[in-house]
């Protein structure tokens, strides 16, 4: 059974930091994307950042609103990706979500997944 728990969520003042980490479990962690997405309150979920399976090369993708604030990582011995999240803004507010896909092309972007975590919210005031 694919799992995925999302942690590292909170409050925080803006220009502050937080870290996500995405623990996965039941499928071949090399085979799979990992994306973050967010849902904002009345707006549609986004992608935010991805990367393709370690198969695939582990080719990143940054929307870019976040490009030069946020970092994902993987670690593959853990079975985690990581997501740094620096600088934060009052519009980075959303629930932040987990997903994974197999990795059948280079651009995680562009996957539809079908494996979500529980979500992990994330505030920052202003």
């Known amino acids: 059974e694919v799992q995925l728990v999302e942690s590292g969520g909170g409050l925080v003042q803006a220009g502050g930091s937080l870290r996500l980490s995405c623990a996965a479990s039941g499928f071949t962690f090399d085979d799979y994307a990992i994306g973050w997405f967010r849902q904002a309150p009345g707006k549609e979920r986004e992608v935010v950042s991805c990367?393709?399976?370690?198969?695939?090369?582990?080719?990143?993708y940054y929307t870019d609103s976040v490009k030069g604030r946020f970092t994902i990582s993987s670690d593959n011995a853990k079975n985690t990706v990581s997501l740094q999240m620096n600088s934060l803004k009052p519009e980075d507010t959303a629930v932040y979500y987990c997903?994974?896909?197999?990795?059948?092309?280079?651009?995680?972007?562009?996957?539809?997944?079908?494996?979500w975590g529980q979500g992990t919210q994330v505030t920052v005031s202003s």
């Open positions: 990367i393709s399976s370690r198969r695939r090369n582990g080719i990143i």
């Open positions: 997903a994974a896909e197999p990795s059948v092309s280079n651009w995680c972007a562009r996957l539809r997944y079908d494996y």
